[in-house]
Nanobody, 125 residues
Framework: QVQLVQSGGGSVQAGGSLRLSCVGS????????MGWFRQAPGKEREGVAA???????NYVDSVKGRFTISKDNAKNTLYLQMNSLKPEDTAKYYC???????????????????WGQGTQVTVSS
């Protein structure tokens, strides 16, 4: 049974930092691409960052230079380090796993087969 369990998140002031974690189990974690998405109230879910089997990364323009996606294969854990947070980063964040090593449409929900439970990030001005 595939499971993605998230931790981290919370509330922070603008300019602060948070780190999200996502522990995977029940599948060959290191072999597949993974991503982070977020959904703000009243908005569609958007792809924030992704990392493929070989560690290549992609980011949405709004977080480039501020967020870093990484993974620790030995711990089956995906991370999203978020620095210089802005109020517009406020959203519920989800990790996701794709059952392929490389993806083209990294920012599209249909690319991913499994999802974490979501964790809230709130940034105040």
């Amino acid at each position: 049974q595939v499971q993605l369990v998230q931790s981290g998140g919370g509330s922070v002031q603008a300019g602060g930092s948070l780190r999200l974690s996502c522990v995977g189990s029940g599948y060959p974690y290191s072999a597949y691409s993974m991503g982070w998405f977020r959904q703000a109230p009243g908005k569609e879910r958007e792809g924030v960052a992704a990392i493929d089997r070989d560690g290549q990364t992609n980011y949405v323009d709004s977080v480039k230079g501020r967020f870093t996606i990484s993974k620790d294969n030995a711990k089956n854990t995906l991370y999203l380090q978020m620095n210089s947070l802005k109020p517009e980063d406020t959203a519920k964040y989800y990790c996701a796993a794709a059952l392929v090593p490389f993806v083209r449409a990294w920012g599209q929900e249909y690319t991913y087969s499994y999802w974490g439970q979501g964790t809230q990030v709130t940034v105040s001005s």
